[in-house]
Nanobody, 128 residues
Framework: QVQLVESGGGSVQAGGSLRLVCTVS?????????????QSWFRQAPGKEREGVAA????????YYDDSVKGRFSISRDSAKKTLYLQMNNLKPEDSAMYYC????????????????WGQGTQVTVFA
């Protein structure tokens, strides 16, 4: 069982920055790679579907981004602790949402229903 804890959310003016952090509070009994192929960030605004923001695939050291955040957000990971980060720059009001950290072995990184492990979420609010 993997347990994830997000932090770093808050309220910021448009154009500002925030850094989200996802820490692993409980590790699987087996190897990490046997249960996690992607570590990702999702977000969900009220009345909208959960959407993928960014993901990291450790096995090939590759990051993935939704088009809406490319050039503004950057995902990174501490390989030793499996801590996941999301640096968010030039934030826009439309980025406002609850942000979730997820880990699992989805077929595609953006398929939120294929992730096994989720954090409780951290709220990001961007005001104009």
């Amino acid at each position: 069982q993997v347990q994830l804890v997000e932090s770093g959310g808050g309220s910021v003016q448009a154009g500002g920055s925030l850094r989200l952090v996802c820490t692993v509070s409980k590790y699987p009994a087996g190897t990490w790679s046997s249960v996690v192929a992607y570590q990702s960030w999702f977000r969900q605004a009220p009345g909208k579907e959960r959407e993928g923001v960014a993901a990291f695939r450790p096995s090939i050291d590759t990051a993935y981004y939704d088009d809406s955040v490319k050039g503004r957000f950057s995902i990174s990971r501490d390989s030793a602790k499996k801590t996941l980060y999301l640096q968010m720059n030039n934030l826009k009001p439309e980025d406002s949402a609850m942000y979730y950290c997820a880990a699992g072995r989805p077929v595609e990184w953006y398929r939120h229903d294929e992730y096994n492990y989720w954090g409780q979420g951290t709220q990001v609010t961007v005001f104009a």
